[in-house]
Nanobody
Framework: QVQVVESGGGLVQSGGSLRLSCAAS????????MGWFRRAPGKEREFVAA????????YLGDSVRGRFTISRGNAKNTVYLQMNGLKPEDTAVYYC???????????????WGQGTQVTVSS
């Protein structure tokens, strides 16, 4: 089994920044693409960002493009989400997930973290 763990969430003022970290462990035979999703109160799960296993391809959701950046760490099993210019509407539980093949939809992701809360105050 692959364990996915997120960290870095917290409370920040509008306009502030946070960096979320994600680490996947336990898998040795598959290189994973990584993605970030979020779920705000009363809303469906929303795609935030994704990155290929090599870090060569990156994708951002429309609502965060220009403000958020996804990147791989020096180790391939780590990924970061740099969130700048945070808005109250960014308040959500953020989930990191790992995909063993395609990673274009949430159903492609095999392993999910427990989520980390991001709260942006106005």
């Amino acid at each position: 089994q692959v364990q996915v763990v997120e960290s870095g969430g917290g409370l920040v003022q509008s306009g502030g920044s946070l960096r979320l970290s994600c680490a996947a462990s336990g898998g040795t035979s598959i290189d994973y693409a990584m993605g970030w999703f979020r779920r705000a109160p009363g809303k469906e799960r929303e795609f935030v960002a994704a990155i290929s296993w090599s870090g060569g391809a990156k994708y951002l959701g429309d609502s965060v493009r220009g403000r958020f950046t996804i990147s791989r760490g020096n180790a391939k099993n780590t990924v970061y989400l740099q969130m700048n210019g945070l808005k109250p509407e960014d308040t959500a539980v953020y989930y990191c997930a790992a995909a063993g093949g395609a990673y274009g939809t949430a159903d492609d992701y095999d392993y999910w973290g427990q989520g980390t809360q991001v709260t942006v105050s106005s």
